[in-house]
T-cell receptor, first 114, second 115 residues
Framework: DTGVSQNPRHKITKRGQNVTFRCDPI?????LYWYRQTLGQGPEFLTY????????KSRLLSDRFSAERPKGSFSTLEIQRTEQGDSAMYLC????????????FGPGTRLLVL | AQKVTQAQTEISVVEKEDVTLDCVYE???????LFWYKQPPSGELVFLIR??????QNEISGRYSWNFQKSTSSFNFTITASQVVDSAVYFC????????????FGAGTRLFVKA
C-alpha cells in the first residue's frame, strides 16, 4: 500500500501525559499537512511542511503542540501535557506540488484523553 | 477571510433517489480551488474532485456530478441513483492563494441512503 499511513490508529492517555503521533506520507510528496477533526466538524488545519520546512502553523496549535519533519519524509506530531480538550481525530495528508494540489489523507489517529 | 458553508447537516434518502449536497463558499482570492471529499464510516477522507476558480465547466463522473457557479459562490454535488454505499459524510473544501493555499473545510453533510 503506497497511501498515507498513520500510527498509532488509536491512543488513550491520561490528562497530563505526552503523546506522539507519526505520519508517513506518500513517497515523493513534498508537502505534508496535519489537521484535527472533532465530532461533527470538518478537519481543521494545524500546520504544514514543504519538505522539511514548517511553513505555517494555525493559532489552534498551542505551545503544547509541536510538529517535525526532520528529513522531509515522515512527520511527528507531539502533544505535551495533554488536556481533555485535545481528544480528537488527528489527520495527516500529503500532496505533491506548490499550490493547491490535491491532498491525500491517512486514516487518522484517534486520541482520547481521560 | 475564507469560509465554507454546508447548510445541510444530514440528509436521508431512499436508494435510487437523486440527492444534491450544497456548498457555498466565501473568499476574496482571485485564484482558488474547490474540493469535495467523502468520509465513510471507516474514517478515511477520500478525494472526489478538485476544481479551480477559472474552470466553471460542470463535471460528471459516473453517478457523481458537480455544478460550479462563481456567480452564486456555490459548488454543489449531486449523486444520481444513490446507493447504500454512498452513505458517508461529505466535505466541501476551499483553498486560496492568500495564506499559502491553506485548505478550509466545511462542517460536512451526513448522507444516509436507506435500502
Amino acid at each position: 500500500d503506497t497511501g498515507v499511513s498513520q500510527n498509532p490508529r488509536h491512543k488513550i492517555t491520561k490528562r497530563g501525559q505526552n503523546v506522539t503521533f507519526r505520519c508517513d506520507p506518500i513517497s515523493e510528496h513534498n508537502r505534508l499537512y496535519w489537521y484535527r477533526q472533532t465530532l461533527g466538524q470538518g478537519p481543521e488545519f494545524l500546520t504544514y511542511f514543504q519538505n522539511e520546512a514548517q511553513l505555517e502553523k494555525s493559532r489552534l496549535l498551542s505551545d503544547r503542540f509541536s510538529a517535525e519533519r526532520p528529513k522531509g519524509s515522515f512527520s511527528t506530531l507531539e502533544i505535551q501535557r495533554t488536556e481533555q480538550g485535545d481528544s480528537a481525530m488527528y489527520l495527516c495528508a500529503s500532496s505533491l506540488g506548490t499550490v493547491a494540489e490535491t491532498q491525500y489523507f491517512g486514516p487518522g489517529t484517534r486520541l482520547l484523553v481521560l | 477571510a475564507q469560509k465554507v458553508t454546508q447548510a445541510q447537516t444530514e440528509i436521508s434518502v431512499v436508494e435510487k433517489e437523486d440527492v444534491t449536497l450544497d456548498c457555498v463558499y466565501e473568499t476574496r482570492d482571485t485564484t482558488y480551488y474547490l474540493f469535495w471529499y467523502k468520509q465513510p464510516p471507516s474514517g478515511e477522507l477520500v478525494f472526489l474532485i478538485r476544481r479551480n476558480s477559472f474552470d466553471e465547466q460542470n463535471e460528471i463522473s459516473g453517478r457523481y456530478s458537480w455544478n460550479f457557479q462563481k456567480s452564486t459562490s456555490s459548488f454543489n454535488f449531486t449523486i444520481t441513483a444513490s446507493q447504500v454505499v454512498d452513505s458517508a459524510v461529505y466535505f466541501c473544501a476551499l483553498s486560496g492563494n492568500t495564506g499559502g493555499f491553506k485548505t478550509i473545510f466545511g462542517a460536512g453533510t451526513r448522507l444516509f441512503v436507506k435500502a
